[in-house]
């Protein structure tokens, strides 16, 4: 109904970048939630890099916030915007292309973050 096959292929290349990104958050919890775990009982210098890891944790992952609700982390924010854009056919709307593009910067910075942490690809 009104929608174009010019559409569709916009939809899908949308589409294809929110699954590599939820790729990408999916790695960076798996990386930093290793790390979480060989930090835990750190203490001087590595005091330090546990709390950073703990905050990275904390921006990607819901965390509690209040009794009810958990506060959602990037990750939630990115599968939700996945979720959004592939229910149906449709044209992508520019607020779907300008939340991708927010999303994927500050994932960006977390990953990058985590590199000077942890080392590249670890």
Known sequence: DGVTTADLVEQFDHNMRMRDLVAAAGDAVRRVSAAR???????GADADKAKRIQAIYEQLVNTPEGVRYNKPGLQSHITYLAGMTTGSDQKIGRDAIDRYNTLKKQLDDIRAELDRLLGAGR
């Open 37 to 43: 775990t060989q930090v835990a009982s750190a203490t």
